[in-house]
């Protein structure tokens, strides 16, 4: 395959660093040419003069990252809503998108898919889940039953039976995966999981009524698709995010790589179960989301990433989230969800709701 061009927002983050490290290793296939991280301004500079890219710092960095460059591909890595401009602006310079910030297609899916669309371009998935239904599902949409998404539970699956003492240490301990502290807290509500089935909605063009939750603690499986003659695809691989990150930004060739390859007679067995409704309220709050349409998913996102980032400051308590995000959603004045400005006015709307 020819030599990609890529440019990785949100560099220095958790999947920024596994997508370097997939480079690294495949240098003759990948070529970085602008890396862009929102504070960590000297690993950023270090990086690029690794790979002999332009480096960007700052908040307005993956916006310029993308405007003042070309290439094939670009990662879209960063943090809550700070990816959406830097999306639409790569769409329409015709980059396909390598993507893991679930927010953009929260917050605006119909809008970036009707860009994508339009500009030709691709999305390419980042999230395992979605990797896994995306390597699923080379069909037409007419064939398929359901997606089933997987969870693994977080910290939280089983216990302790009063979360509303769960400390900011705790919730940032997952038991699988290494992430960034937004989305680590997110998998612990299952507010992440609820992204990934608005994300799944606009990826692959299917009914949220048509996505399944089940959690699976093992996170071998990262997601299954069911047709409508009943058989089901399952794609399984380690917990490790290069898999995913590596086929995103390989497609539609697959590289060899030196890392874990799966062992299931050492697995020993696979376990699946349907998530606790009042244990993760926020899957509920998602679907409410939904059903009151316009940009209530905007509001979702927005008091999510308020509430979240309140909590990791010590100033609510780990239930708080789901409640703010409920009391958001319920306050919300309706908002057209049919340009931009509509989606900030939404975001901002929400930010000024709970900050007074």
């Not at 994300?199 to 047709?227: C, N, Q, Y």
Request: proline share 4%; with cysteine.
């Amino acid at each position: 395959m020819k030599t990609k061009r890529i440019i990785i927002l949100g560099a220095t983050g958790s999947i920024g660093m596994n997508a370097i490290d997939v480079v690294r290793h495949n240098r003759d296939s990948f070529r970085i040419v602008a890396l862009a991280a929102w504070r960590n301004r000297e690993k950023c500079e270090e990086l690029a003069r690794e790979f002999g890219a332009k480096a960007y710092a700052g908040e307005d960095a993956a916006l310029r990252a993308v405007e003042e460059n070309e290439a094939d591909i670009c990662l879209v890595a960063t943090v809550g809503m700070s990816g959406l401009r830097p999306t639409m602006a790569a769409i329409e310079k015709g980059m396909d998108i390598a993507l893991a910030t679930k927010e953009v297609m929260v917050m605006a899916g119909e809008l970036v898919t009707k860009a994508a669309a339009r500009k030709r371009v691709r999305f390419l998935p980042v999230d395992s889940e979605h990797s896994a239904i995306f390597q699923c599902t080379r069909v037409p949409n007419t064939e398929i039953d359901k997606l089933i998404l997987t969870a693994s539970g977080g910290p939280f699956l089983h216990g302790p039976e009063d979360l509303s003492k769960v400390t900011v240490a705790e919730a940032l301990n997952h038991p699988r995966w290494k992430m960034g502290p937004k989305v680590t807290i997110d998998s612990s509500t299952m507010m992440n999981k609820g992204f990934e089935i608005l994300e799944a909605r606009w990826l692959f063009d299917v009914g949220v009524k048509d996505i399944e939750v089940v959690v699976h603690p093992e996170s071998i499986v990262h997601s299954m698709v069911t047709f409508k003659d009943g058989a089901t695809l399952a794609q399984l691989s380690p917990p490790d995010m290069r898999v995913a990150i590596q086929y995103a930004l390989s497609w539609p060739n697959r590289l060899p790589a030196e890392r874990e390859k799966l062992d299931l007679a050492a697995i020993g067995r696979l376990t699946f179960e349907r998530p606790d409704p009042v244990r993760f309220p926020c899957l509920r709050l998602v679907k409410e989301a939904c059903e009151k349409g316009g940009c209530a998913t905007a509001v979702l996102a927005a008091a999510d990433e308020w509430a979240v980032k309140t909590f990791l400051e010590g100033k609510i308590g780990y239930t708080d989230i789901a409640k703010t995000v409920e009391e958001c959603l319920e306050a919300a004045p309706e908002f057209a969800c049919d340009s931009l400005e509509a989606v900030w006015e939404a975001n901002d709307w929400t930010w000024k709701h709970l900050s007074r």
